[in-house]
């Protein structure tokens, strides 16, 4: 049980040896920019830090996959902080079991730079709300926000305005769990 194929820096999570797992047996292909991976759904106590409690929390279990930095990461869990709006959602996501109705998430420029995830008010030690951006949730799946003005300078250093960059804009899924930047293909051949 569990991916075996994981390197991780610490076993694989093992339903087995857990006293709180609880079976639900839905088994299902989920499908990342990493690549595919096969999930099951099971319940189970997650906690974050010392405040943070959720017994009987639906959580997937990968139980085989195809995503390279699975098997490279020095991560041991990915913690999806989906919307309870997603579709086909069926379950109480984790943000619904900590009474959290709003986050926030600041990502560092240089490579290796500290990052922030904020539950709750966005107000900390560590974050100014001059340097925040609110972006109102528009998608009915997603987490997904209005996108306006986008340009990008070309090979030649010259700005170009996307197709959905104009006044009507268009929409941008918010994925807390990446940094990449991905666009439609005629967006990227201007």
């Given at each position: 049980?569990?991916?075996?194929?994981?390197?991780?820096?610490?076993?694989?999570?093992?339903?087995g040896?857990?006293?709180?797992?609880?079976?639900?047996?839905t088994?299902?292909?989920?499908?990342?920019?990493?690549?595919?991976?096969?999930?099951?759904?099971?319940?189970?106590?997650?906690?974050?830090?010392?405040?943070?409690?959720?017994?009987?929390q639906?959580?997937?279990?990968?139980?085989?996959?195809?995503?390279?930095?699975?098997?490279?990461?020095?991560f041991?869990?990915?913690?999806?902080?989906?919307?309870?709006?997603?579709?086909?959602?069926?379950?109480?996501?984790?943000?619904m079991?900590?009474?959290?109705?709003?986050?926030?998430?600041?990502?560092?420029?240089?490579?290796?730079?500290?990052?922030?995830?904020?539950?709750?008010?966005?107000?900390?030690?560590?974050?100014?709300?001059?340097?925040?951006?609110?972006?109102?949730?528009?998608?009915?799946?997603?987490?997904?926000?209005?996108?306006?003005?986008?340009?990008?300078?070309?090979?030649?250093?010259?700005?170009?305005?996307?197709?959905?960059?104009?006044?009507?804009?268009?929409?941008?899924?918010?994925?807390?769990?990446?940094?990449?930047?991905?666009?439609?293909?005629?967006?990227?051949?201007?």
């Amino acid at each position: 049980t569990g991916v075996q194929t994981c390197a991780l820096p610490i076993s694989a999570y093992d339903h087995g040896l857990s006293k709180s797992y609880a079976k639900n047996g839905t088994v299902t292909k989920h499908v990342f920019g990493s690549g595919p991976c096969i999930s099951m759904m099971g319940y189970e106590t997650v906690q974050v830090g010392p405040n943070l409690v959720s017994k009987e929390q639906a959580f997937w279990e990968i139980v085989d996959h195809r995503i390279q930095v699975l098997d490279t990461a020095k991560f041991a869990a990915i913690v999806g902080i989906g919307p309870n709006f997603a579709y086909g959602n069926t379950e109480k996501t984790l943000l619904m079991s900590y009474g959290v109705t709003e986050f926030s998430v600041c990502l560092g420029k240089p490579s290796g730079s500290v990052g922030y995830l904020t539950w709750g008010s966005p107000e900390s030690d560590n974050l100014k709300k001059s340097d925040m951006v609110t972006a109102n949730v528009v998608g009915e799946h997603h987490w997904s926000a209005p996108l306006h003005n986008v340009t990008f300078s070309n090979f030649k250093g010259e700005q170009a305005q996307i197709p959905c960059g104009g006044k009507d804009g268009c929409a941008a899924i918010i994925d807390s769990g990446t940094s990449l930047i991905a666009a439609p293909g005629d967006a990227l051949i201007q």
